[in-house]
């Protein structure tokens, strides 16, 4: 039971990191299903997911007027990627 408990709940700070890779990579099929199961319960998480949605629209569309904004947009975003990319899952027993 203890097992199954974990392969369904998920942490909030495991369902943000499903969140932000959902966004730029996919999920897998268990992911989707946990990312689902722990949001039905957590209005902090799914508050979470609208509002890095909202972000990453914004920095795609930036309202910016200068060549330099956007740049340095960009240079951030692609920096995040790579920091998120470059990250080790962790491993909990």
Known sequence: MKKL????FLSCLKATELIEKKIYF???????????????MCKAC??????????????KNP???SNKDIQDL???KLETLRK???RKPRIRI
Do not use: I, V
């Open 26 to 40: 996919g999920l897998t099929f268990r992911e989707k299903m946990q990312l689902t199961a722990h949001k039905s």
């Open 74 to 76: 960009q240079e951030l």
């Open 84 to 86: 998120f990319q470059s």
């Open 63 to 65: 309202p910016f007027n």
């Open 46 to 59: 799914t508050n979470y997911e609208k509002q890095s949605q909202l972000l990453d629209r914004a920095l």
């Open 5 to 8: 408990m974990h392969y369904l």
